[in-house]
């Protein structure tokens, strides 16, 4: 199974660590100053993306010293270093892509990334944004399993179009049953599981699935 990780470059404090079982197996693509944290760790991505205004001369140097298959970008352009380098991962086709360092910054950065989980719904690529505290994954109608994980008790459902029909949870701490969800509507928010495995069904419409933890938790180490 072929696995991508992307790390943009937000704040370092909310990237989880490289070694965690999700990320293990994972090729590693550097966008922008993302790059720089990868090889500041010893991490050899397979491609590089962006304009990097954002890193020093001394960091540049570096970077040049390590011979990478970079994509220079201009500054003023029209997408995102982070769009470009999600379209090259959907073209290389992996079964699942992790995308880190793209919340916690700029706000308008970090609502486009999760805007961009939309490129991979229709795609073989499953994408998930996740940070210390948050896992972030669209959805489209269905039925999903959602594993119980200690690190994220909390699981919240975000409408991302305007209307969510037919929504069935089981397992969960607040069950529902053929309810409907709209846009800006806060019903499904902080629910949890009750058993090891539940279950989230929908007909129509495209939810957010948010997986988190409190901040003193992560601080704790879950």
């Known amino acids: 199974m072929k696995e991508v990780a992307i790390l943009a470059g937000g704040p370092w404090k909310l990237?989880?660590?490289?070694?965690?079982?999700?990320?293990?197996?994972?090729?590693?693509?550097?966008?922008?100053?993302?790059?720089?944290?990868?090889?500041?760790?010893?991490?050899?991505?397979?491609?590089?993306?962006?304009?990097?205004?954002?890193?020093?001369?001394?960091?540049?140097?570096?970077?040049?010293?390590e011979h990478i298959d970079l994509t220079i970008y201009p500054a003023e352009k029209d997408a995102t270093d982070m769009e470009l380098a999600v379209d090259w991962v959907i073209e290389q086709q992996p079964e699942r892509c992790y995308i880190l360092g793209a919340t916690g910054g700029r706000m308008d950065h970090g609502l486009l990334n999760i805007q961009l989980l939309y490129k991979g719904l229709h795609t073989g690529t499953e994408f998930i944004i996740i940070d210390k505290q948050?896992?972030?994954?669209?959805?489209?109608?269905?039925?999903?399993?959602?594993?119980?994980?200690?690190?994220?008790?909390?699981?919240s459902f975000?409408?991302?179009?305007?209307?969510?029909?037919g929504i069935n949870l089981n397992g969960f701490k607040y069950s529902l049953e053929k309810a409907e969800l709209f846009l800006g509507s806060s019903l499904c928010i902080s629910n949890e599981l009750i058993q090891p495995k539940g279950t989230i069904s929908?007909?129509?419409?495209?939810?957010?699935?948010?997986?988190?933890?409190?901040?003193?938790?992560q601080k704790i180490g879950l």
Do not use: H
């Not at 975000?158 to 029909?165: A, L, N, W, Y």
């Open 15 to 65: 990237v989880p660590p490289f070694n965690s079982k999700e990320l293990k197996r994972c090729e590693w693509v550097g966008v922008d100053r993302g790059l720089y944290y990868l090889i500041k760790a010893g991490i050899r991505p397979v491609r590089a993306f962006g304009d990097f205004d954002s890193i020093s001369e001394s960091e540049r140097l570096q970077i040049e010293k």
């Open 134 to 155: 948050n896992q972030i994954t669209l959805l489209k109608p269905g039925s999903y399993d959602v594993i119980r994980q200690e690190k994220f008790p909390y699981i």
């Open 158 to 165: 975000v409408p991302f179009s305007k209307k969510i029909t």
């Open 202 to 217: 929908f007909d129509d419409g495209l939810l957010l699935m948010i997986k988190s933890c409190d901040q003193d938790s």
